[in-house]
């Protein structure tokens, strides 16, 4: 492995902060690095999202700090706060492991505690994960790209006050498939924005809520279906919303995918037409 | 680990095909699954873009094949008997691992040969990546997302050809992150392309060679400065461009990341600006 020879490069003797991408929530879905940091960190400074199956692969040793952050939850631990934690964990010379759910870099602040480390002149890496759009491709069935089909992906934020400063001609103008984090409640102000600014009613919508976990659902309707007919509601799992002309073929490539627990009612509304 | 209890759902004693991503390259990048499942495959088809380091990572008593595309190599396999080798191996009761670059579903192909394997009833499953925009990211200290200053990412195919298929109004006036994948040689068309349709001449442009690789590079130079400053000539690994407000700030990120071999020169070109 490539990690251990590069290990003393840019790190004194002073402590350092990984900030950690670990990934949808399946534990196996970790990076190997992921989980070697994990395994010999000093401290944890951990989200929400971090699945108890990776908790359990924290180490005895280690000190562990859960700064479970959720969009518009009251309870959680101010960004500054958090910040603040990791510079002081890290003067104390520990090597301090922040992890976070999918890849710290596609809306999970990691540039944001970065930049607050480099200010500061503390060490620190980033280490990618699989971002939850790749897991919620891969668990729905769900082409994020696909020749002469989808030549783009974007990924939105999509939670609530967010939505408002989405270019919607612009997006609907690009095409593609469309990836909305942070989904939750959102699914029928996306459909509506989408439809107001020209999306083709019959382009598929799929809710995604806990890609890769065991409770992972997947609920799918037409854009110009969903006023009539909307989303059952959904469990404590996060959820992305994805949108695009791939988004149908998951009437194909789902029944076969493992861990799946489809709205198969509603997955079979679709027809063939994406092909 | 979650895969284990899961195993014998969906399969049964003919043989099937997991849809491998492997993340960037360095071996470490792997997730947990995709160790286990390689180490455990009866067949390895793997694309040119898996490192020597995952390589050694191949078990002695599975069958390898390598199936190397490099876009416009004109030695590379047909995609259509890539699919066929995959149905052929499952058909002898074989549990193949389709081994790729990054994410198989972001310009990868694994919608592709899931689609012909779904047609054919040959039982697949498909495991996510890192993605090579997750590695770029985390390599060249780039945030794809930051609140405040980049609320959308991107992903676009770089390749000469599909680069006359982009709306590039619609890209610039959505804003955000962009990346694009398979970008090497490209780099020159995209700044024309953007600044012909309106983007700010003092966005950044990063390429990422070689992201999470010993021998990664990063160029970084303001979209107006191109013209007159080209970029040096690439090595032989995978490039992503990436263009955006948050790109700059690889001048404060970069350089405290680890195992970076950036022009620094013109990454201290760059203004502070972008804060």
């Given amino acids: 492995m490539a990690g251990g020879k590069r290990e ?75 910040d603040a934690l990791l510079v002081r964990l890290a003067r104390q010379g520990l090597h301090v492991v922040r992890l976070k759910g999918g890849d710290p870099l596609v809306f999970g602040r990691g540039g944001e505690e970065a930049l607050h480390l480099a200010e500061r002149r503390i060490p620190f890496e980033i280490v990618p994960g699989v971002s939850a759009m790749s897991a919620a491709g891969a668990g729905a069935g769900i082409p994020l790209t696909l020749r002469g089909l989808s030549n783009a992906c974007t990924a939105l934020n999509g939670f609530g006050p967010y939505l408002e400063r989405i270019d919607w001609d612009a997006l609907v103008r690009l095409g593609g498939t469309w990836v909305f984090y942070m989904a939750k409640g959102s699914a029928e102000t996306i459909v509506a924005r989408l439809l107001a600014h020209g999306a083709d009613p019959a382009l598929t919508l799929a809710m995604v809520e806990s890609a890769s976990l065991p409770g992972q659902r997947v609920h799918a309707r037409r854009l110009g279906e969903v006023a009539g007919n909307p989303l059952p509601p959904f469990g404590a799992g996060p959820a992305v919303a994805i949108v695009g002309p791939s988004v149908a073929l998951l009437e194909e490539l789902n029944p076969m995918a493992r861990g799946i627990h489809a709205d198969v009612r509603a997955v079979s509304d679709l027809s063939q037409a994406a092909r």
Avoid: W
């Fill in 8 to 82: 003393s490069d840019g790190f004194g003797v002073t402590g350092r902060v990984s900030i950690v991408g670990a990934g949808p929530g399946d534990a196996e879905l970790m990076t190997l690095k992921a989980l070697r940091l994990v395994q010999s960190a000093d401290a944890i400074v951990h989200d929400a999202l971090i699945s108890d199956e990776i908790k359990a692969c924290f180490p005895a040793h280690s000190r562990v700090f859960d700064v479970g952050k959720r969009a518009g939850d009251a309870a959680s631990t101010p960004q500054a706060e958090i």
